[in-house]
């Protein structure tokens, strides 16, 4: 079982930035460069939607409209970690940000909530204005 790990989360004025990390473990005989990466995000009241995913090799990245040109998707996998770079944030992207693992590739398949296999428990991103 995977377990994965959030953290970086908190409050930011309007046209701040935070960066969330995402640590993978338990990854038994896997490795980290099996899966796909993806950060999801869930407001209340709302649906999670895809933020943003990364390849396993970290060659080809994939971003919610919202999020480009403002957010980054990285990884180490040298660290098992996943971030998440995130720049002139507004207040439409409070919510609890979720990092996610699929087995597999990304491309056709990341921004779907049912297509990751594990889950990170969250962490809470507050934008005030």
């Known amino acids: 079982q995977v377990q994965l790990l959030e953290s970086g989360g908190g409050s930011v004025q309007a046209g701040g930035s935070l960066r969330l990390s995402c640590a993978a473990s338990?990854?038994?005989?896997?490795?980290?460069?099996?899966?796909?990466m993806g950060w999801f995000r869930q407001a209340p009241g709302k649906e999670r939607e895809g933020v943003a995913a990364?390849?396993?090799?970290?060659?080809?990245?994939y971003y919610t409209d919202s999020a480009k040109g403002r957010f980054t998707i990285s990884r180490d996998n040298s660290k098992n970690t996943l971030y998440l770079q995130m720049n002139s944030m507004k207040p439409g992207d409070t919510a609890m940000y979720y990092c996610?693992?699929?087995?597999?590739?990304?491309?056709?398949?990341?921004?779907?909530?049912?297509?990751?296999?594990?889950w990170g428990q969250g962490t809470q991103v507050t934008v005030s204005s």
């Open positions: 990364i390849s396993t090799r970290g060659t080809s990245t």
């Open positions: 996610a693992a699929r087995r597999g590739a990304c491309a056709g398949y990341w921004s779907g909530v049912s297509n990751y296999n594990y």
């Open positions: 338990a990854l038994s005989g896997d490795t980290f460069t099996s899966y796909c």
